[in-house]
């Protein structure tokens, strides 16, 4: 599916960072390359963040400058954590969750950009992808220590919580930068966008030091710069491998890629799941229904951004083969795996 249109017209800022420096698609752990090309450097840093190991690989002919934009690019994807990661009490996006129904907090500008990124998704999928999913995450057990225990939760219980599922309750105040959400107990997960946002971040860190050719891989959500060692042809590029969900080698894949001044991201509940009363749940809702989604074994996107990348694999997953043509025209492709492919 080639792109036509462009879905939002987001807002492009770099902050000023005076912060201390000290799974889906396969890309840096093996399966892309280059070519040898003097005298171009190469950088490669992995780091675990975010849930995920984040490695940034860049191809420069400035060693010590590539350094120094890599170390910075990691420290704009830990301030995306500080400030939208729900396992930390202290982010931005857990004090808003903390005072849910009752007031609203202020936020930094990060949290206000990704919020207005997701109400686009919401409004494709007519309301299944949904970020305030939070609270159907916990019921069924997610990012819970002990899962031993743990039984698929009744219909009157899904119910009771859909009644403080819905995006449209998160009040975006962008002039002052605060955000509240008007439900008590209600929540915000922004894990089916959060990793394409902080590489997109780390992206923009690097093209601000001058870097046209690198690799940003956050666990299968991939931001392809350039092209290895500064490859001008147009048809060259990143390669990198969409996994096959059915086979338990990470490194066997079914589709090669070459990327070059785009994006990949893939959606898929094979890594990320639980065991429930001898069912298997996986961690993408329908949040309209309440329940878990698996309509794909996967789906994989590319975009002109990994944000944007992240939001399209989650929401074509979650509406499956039959929904994937609203996305016509904001994907450059789409890519299915599924029991009968």
Request: proline residues 3%; aromatic residues 8%.
């Amino acid at each position: 599916m080639k792109k036509t249109d462009i879905l939002f017209s987001r807002r492009q800022f770099l902050k000023v960072l005076s912060v201390g420096i000290g799974t889906g698609a396969l890309a840096a752990g093996g399966l892309w390359r280059w070519r040898s090309l003097a005298p171009m450097s190469v950088v490669q840093k992995t780091r675990p963040l975010l849930g995920t190991f984040f490695t940034i690989t860049v191809h420069d002919s400035d060693e010590a400058m590539a350094e120094k934009a890599v170390e910075y690019a990691f420290a704009a994807v830990e301030m995306v954590d500080r400030v939208m990661s729900i396992h930390r009490f202290d982010s931005d996006l857990s004090r808003v969750n903390a005072t849910a129904g009752n007031d609203m907090v202020s936020v930094d500008p990060y949290l206000i950009d990704i919020l207005k990124m997701t109400q686009q998704f919401h409004g494709l999928t007519g309301g299944v992808y949904d970020v305030t999913c939070l609270p159907l995450l916990q019921l069924y057990g997610f990012y819970q220590s002990q899962t031993e225990n743990l039984h698929y939760p009744s219909d009157r219980k899904i119910y009771e919580i859909l009644s403080v599922i819905d995006q449209k309750q998160i009040t975006l105040d962008e002039k002052s930068n605060r955000v509240g959400l008007a439900r008590a107990k209600a929540g915000i997960d922004l894990g089916s966008i959060g990793k394409g946002y902080a590489v997109d971040r780390a992206g923009d860190v690097l093209k601000s030091f001058g870097i046209k050719n690198a690799l940003i891989d956050a666990g299968g959500n991939v931001l392809a710069m350039g092209a290895p060692h500064g490859d001008k042809n147009s048809a060259k590029g990143w390669h990198v491998a969409i996994r096959n969900p059915e086979v338990q080698n990470k490194e066997a894949y079914f589709e090669m890629l070459t990327l070059k001044d785009e994006a990949v991201a893939t959606s898929g509940n094979y890594e990320q799941s639980l065991w429930l009363d001898g069912q298997r749940v996986g961690h993408l809702f329908d949040a309209k229904k309440g329940k878990p989604s698996d309509p794909l074994l996967s789906a994989t996107a590319v975009a002109k951004n990994a944000t944007l990348a992240d939001g399209l694999s989650t929401s074509v997953f979650l509406l499956g083969k039959a929904g994937a043509s609203r996305f016509k025209e904001i994907a450059k492709d789409i890519y299915y795996h599924s029991e009968d492919s």
